[in-house]
């Protein structure tokens, strides 16, 4: 099921940057500086909410923009890498867990 909804949505991406962005949308550099930059956008939101100068309620707005951006990104790597990303999450989940174990977090705070 997700399988066909995050494939859809990485050929859609791509289809979108190659009519907004024909000389980029299948250049490895491009995409990677951009979801580089967008991502830099959103730790600056962060560093602002971090040092006072934003207030996290206000800033969630912008914050969830640019972490949209960086999706958008990462659906455009993986189209362009041909990577089936649920069946690539489902194996390193599984790395992770035997490297770390399957022990949900602790939620009382270590008690």
């Not at 041909?82 to 270590?110: L, P, Q, W």
């Amino acid at each position: 099921m997700y399988d066909s909804i995050i494939a859809d949505i990485q050929k859609q991406c791509m289809e979108d940057s190659i009519a907004w962005f024909p000389n980029s949308a299948n250049d490895l550099t491009a995409l990677t500086l951009g979801m580089c930059g967008e991502t830099g956008e959103f730790a600056e939101i962060v560093k602002k909410v971090a040092r006072g100068s934003r207030i996290l309620d206000d800033a969630v707005p912008d914050l969830q923009e640019e972490l949209v951006d960086v999706f958008i990104y990462v659906m455009n790597l993986a189209e362009l890498l041909c990577v089936d990303m649920v069946a690539h999450y489902v194996d390193k989940r599984e790395k992770n867990i035997a490297r770390f174990g399957s022990r949900k977090a602790d939620t009382n705070g270590g008690e």
